[in-house]
């Protein structure tokens, strides 16, 4: 079984995630904001982060710097979800160290594509 990490500071919005992703292959975990993200990364090693960009505390940009801080999670994926949807914001987030980027309102069908994709398949 797979950990999915859910790091979003809006309810519904993890919500959604939770039932889009949901099942016998996946254990989804989750946080509202950057610093219980760090924290939950930690303690249960997820297989993948779905990180919001904008959080309170601490920002997706950050959570992700302190995240590649750590020798073991350097190869963690990390997914960018967020609102903002110009080029160039994607642009910024995969050079900064994401692995994908996926803007709100999420798909369903591409998030699972993508998710099967990162994951292995399962």
Same mark, same amino acid.
């Given at each position: 079984?797979?950990?999915?990490? =859910?790091?979003?500071?809006?309810?519904?919005s993890?919500?959604? !995630?939770?039932?889009?992703?949901?099942?016998?292959?996946?254990r !989804?975990? /989750?946080?509202?904001?950057?610093e219980? &993200?760090l924290e939950? =990364?930690?303690? /249960?090693?997820?297989?993948l982060?779905?990180? +919001? %960009?904008?959080?309170p505390? $601490? +920002?997706?940009? /950050?959570?992700l710097?302190? #995240?590649?801080?750590?020798?073991? @999670?350097?190869? $963690?994926?990390?997914? &960018?979800?967020?609102? @903002?949807?110009?080029?160039?914001?994607?642009?910024? &987030?995969?050079? $900064?160290? @994401?692995?994908e980027?996926?803007?709100?309102? %999420?798909?369903? &069908?591409? $998030?699972?594509?993508? #998710?099967?994709s990162?994951l292995?398949?399962?």
């Open positions: 079984m797979k950990k999915v990490l =859910v790091v979003d500071d809006n309810p519904v993890r919500e959604l !995630i939770r039932e889009v992703l949901e099942g016998p292959q996946q !989804i975990l /989750e946080a509202e904001d950057g219980e &993200a939950k =990364v930690l303690q /249960e090693e997820p297989d982060v779905l990180l +919001d %960009i904008q959080l505390l $601490l +920002d997706g940009y /950050e959570v710097r302190r #995240i590649r801080g750590y020798s073991r @999670f350097a190869r $963690l994926p990390v997914v &960018a979800l967020t609102a @903002f949807a110009m080029r160039e914001d994607c642009e910024k &987030a995969l050079a $900064l160290g @994401f692995d980027y996926v803007t709100k309102p %999420i798909d369903a &069908a591409s $998030l699972r594509l993508k #998710i099967r990162i292995g398949g399962e």
